[in-house]
């Protein structure tokens, strides 16, 4: 009779880890499918959770908050990327950069963000923790997750090497404006009713 401590346990396992520049020829030799939702974390494809309607919508509120006067120096990029180190490509909902002067930056970088958002239901735990961390540590200044679960925004602020050191909770009748933006003040409640 084999008993459990008579069976080795198995050799580490070494991983592949994609590089950005791996993952994006990997895109545009068409292995993964042009509307296929994944992003590269930590150098491995993750599949992204495909937006509903609602998610769509909110999306669509707050992107219409960035196109006020008080923003008209800055661009709102919807589902767009973001390179947050040479293993990391995230696919962000929205990402909010200044307005260059001359032609914009082929590729934005963390340290060019004004702000982030995630508008999380499906994705609440992986967007309130793991992405969290994840955008800190890249030094993005100011990321939010807009809460369609508990209808509430949570933001986070002072990025440093072990994710964020300050995180905020904005309930409905509450405004929030950006640390880049101050002018700029949103109801939250538009953004998760």
């Not at 198995?10 to 993964?32: C, D």
């Not at 599949?47 to 707050?62: E, N, Q, S, V, Y």
């Not at 040479?86 to 970088?109: G, Q, S």
């Amino acid at each position: 009779m084999v008993q459990a401590r008579d069976i080795a346990a198995p050799p580490e396992i070494e991983r592949w880890r994609w590089t950005v520049n791996h993952f994006r020829k990997l895109g545009e030799s068409g292995a993964l499918p042009a509307d296929a939702r994944v992003e590269l974390i930590g150098g491995e494809i993750v599949m992204a959770t495909a937006p509903g309607r609602r998610h769509l919508t909110r999306l669509d509120t707050l992107i219409d908050q960035f196109r006020r006067p008080e923003a008209l120096h800055t661009l709102a990029w919807r589902d767009g990327w973001l390179r947050l180190s040479a293993n990391d490509e995230a696919r962000v909902d929205l990402i909010v950069l200044p307005k260059p002067a001359r032609e914009p930056a082929p590729e934005p970088r963390s340290r060019d963000v004004l702000l982030l958002v995630e508008v999380a239901d499906a994705s609440r735990a992986y967007d309130l923790q793991f992405k969290a961390d994840l955008y800190g540590r890249a030094g993005v200044p100011e990321y939010w997750v807009l809460d369609l679960v508990d209808r509430w925004v949570v933001s986070f602020r002072e990025p440093g090497p072990k994710g964020y050191r300050l995180r905020q909770v904005t309930l409905p009748g509450a405004s929030l404006a950006p640390r880049a933006l101050p002018e700029l003040s949103i109801a939250v409640a538009t953004l998760v009713s």
